[in-house]
């Protein structure tokens, strides 16, 4: 059984920066992608950012790209998402999940989702 929790989610001003980890236990995370989505409530869960198994590749949204740096350090079984300059729209649940195959920038190439994190930005 897969297991993900997020963490380092809360309030912040916008300009702001945030770091989130997920911590990942129950299978063998150094064999497999992984990515980050968000969900606002009344909103679809969207595509936030992806990694390759080895940190070599990653993908963005086009909302993030340039502000979100995601990361992973293998041994510490964990993965990272750095948000910088954050804008009142970053607000959402954030959420890790595994990566199964197939394109990394849809939502529906990931399975075993975390619990997520709150982030909120005032303005």
């Known amino acids: 059984q897969v297991q993900l929790v997020e963490s380092g989610g809360g309030l912040v001003q916008a300009g702001g920066s945030l770091r989130l980890s997920c911590a990942v236990s129950g299978r063998t995370f150094s064999s497999y992608g992984m990515g980050w989505s968000r969900q606002d409530p009344g909103k679809e869960r969207e595509f936030v950012a992806g990694?390759?198994?080895?940190?070599?590749?990653?993908y963005y949204a086009d909302s993030v790209k340039g502000r979100f740096t995601i990361s992973r350090d293998n041994a510490k079984n964990t993965i990272y998402l750095q948000m910088n300059s954050l804008k009142p729209e970053d607000t959402a649940v954030y959420y890790c999940?595994?990566?199964?195959?197939?394109?990394?920038?849809?939502?529906?190439?990931?399975?075993?989702w975390g619990r997520g994190t709150q982030v909120t930005v005032s303005s």
């Open positions: 990694i390759t198994w080895n940190g070599a590749i990653t």
């Open positions: 999940a595994q990566h199964r195959g197939g394109n990394y920038n849809t939502i529906a190439s990931y399975y075993y």
